[in-house]
Antibody
Framework: QVQLQESGPGLVKPSQTLSLTCTVSGDSISSGSYYWSWIRQPAGKGLEWVGRIYTSGSTNYNPSLKSRVTISVDTSKNQFSLKLKSVTAADTAVYYC????????????WGQGTTVTVSS | QSVLTQPPSVSAAPGQKVTISCSGSSSNIGNNYVSWYQQLPGTAPKLLIYDNSRRPSGIPDRFSGSKSGTSATLGITGLQTGDEADYYC?????????????FGGGTKVTVL
């Protein structure tokens, strides 16, 4: 059974960089069958896709966040990571990682989510 | 303001049917598959429908999806109290130089 688990600091100061990691278990991130995505959700609001990475390192980003986002993959650790720089209070949200299959259109496995608060 | 438009809420009595609409444009729904997600309170979203109308293993056939033109619809029949949740549609948008995932604003389903 595939599981995804987010980890990282729950509190980040304004103007600093938010860093999160998603650890994949039960599947190899190098299988080549999936993209690996980050999605966020401010409290009481809807879902916002942040970006995704393929095992080759190829990335796609949300145009509204592209200038501040970097997603990377570490196949040796079966992890992928998110960095969001120059954060503000508007970046406070629950951050989810998810698996995004190539063979069909839909994110089929999600992590439980981790809350990140931007505050001094 | 979400790229995809959903009604904020729908409601019905147990056993009844509800439908949730998701309206977009030719740059998203009109030319891409749609997926639907259920988010129970305090939990992560769960894939209900992919490729417009296909259900992952374990999703009951009470849930159905369809697409026509630039709109998609999620149907839930035999409504149960456990179906009370937020529901989101999602698709790929190619209106800008770089395509990206977009979601609807979510619809809260209430079982009366």
């Amino acid at each position: 059974q595939v599981q995804l688990q987010e980890s990282g600091p729950g509190l980040v100061k304004p103007s600093q960089t938010l860093s999160l990691t998603c650890t994949v278990s039960g599947d190899s991130i190098s299988s080549g069958s999936y993209y690996w995505s980050w999605i966020r959700q401010p409290a009481g609001k809807g879902l916002e896709w942040v970006g995704r990475i393929y095992t080759s390192g190829s990335t796609n980003y949300n145009p509204s966040l592209k200038s501040r986002v970097t997603i990377s993959v570490d196949t040796s650790k079966n992890q992928f990571s998110l960095k969001l720089k120059s954060v503000t209070a508007a970046d406070t949200a629950v951050y989810y990682c998810a698996r995004d299959p190539l063979r069909y259109f839909g994110m089929d496995v999600w992590g439980q989510g981790t809350t990140v608060t931007v505050s001094s | 303001q979400s790229v995809l438009t959903q009604p904020p809420s729908v409601s019905a009595a147990p056993g009844q049917k509800v439908t949730i609409s998701c309206s977009g444009s030719s740059s998203n729904i009109g030319n891409n598959y749609v997926s639907w997600y259920q988010q129970l309170p305090g939990t992560a979203p769960k894939l209900l429908i992919y490729d417009n109308s296909r259900r992952p293993s374990g999703i009951p056939d009470r849930f159905s999806g369809s697409k026509s033109g630039t709109s998609a619809t999620l149907g839930i029949t035999g409504l149960q109290t456990g179906d009370e949740a937020d529901y989101y549609c999602g698709t790929w948008d190619s209106s800008l130089n770089t395509p990206y995932w977009v979601f609807g604003g979510g619809t809260k389903v209430t079982v009366l």
